[in-house]
């Protein structure tokens, strides 16, 4: 139904920058959420960014609310999440997920998305 395909994951020193992109497939866009989760290894998944594809409302997990900004270019059927102000605890594999379900919710939740990405590392150096 939804796939996920992410690029852009790198090495790079706290304080810079890096966008991660996610260019999602589907048939519909109209009950779709896109969101962006992290994990590293022993902690639980967590969840970072998500957007609304109907309208572009966005919501942002409180550790990074401030420093990331995610977005969607409707032409390209893409899904950005710039990061700025990198920090170390920032290091984790990223993943794109999408939820396809109406309503749309509990977007901050690991369990209600139906589709996932492969992941990409972040490594923020010290």
């Known amino acids: 139904q939804v796939q996920l395909v992410e690029s852009g994951g790198g090495l790079v020193q706290a304080g810079n920058s890096l966008r991660v992109s996610c260019a999602v497939s589907a048939r519909t866009f109209g009950n779709i959420a896109v969101g962006w989760f992290r994990q590293t290894p022993g902690k639980e998944r967590e969840f970072v960014a998500a957007?609304?594809?109907?309208?572009?409302?966005?919501y942002y997990g409180d550790s990074v609310e401030g420093r990331f900004t995610i977005s969607r270019d409707n032409a390209k059927n893409t899904v950005y999440l710039q990061m700025n102000s990198l920090k170390p605890e920032d290091t984790a594999v990223y993943y794109c997920?999408?939820?396809?379900?109406?309503?749309?919710?509990?977007?901050?939740?690991?369990?209600?998305?139906?589709?996932w990405g492969q992941g990409t590392q972040v490594t923020v150096s010290s």
């Open positions: 997920a999408a939820q396809a379900r109406n309503p749309l919710t509990a977007l901050g939740y690991t369990r209600m998305y139906n589709y």
């Open positions: 957007i609304i594809w109907t309208g572009g409302r966005t």
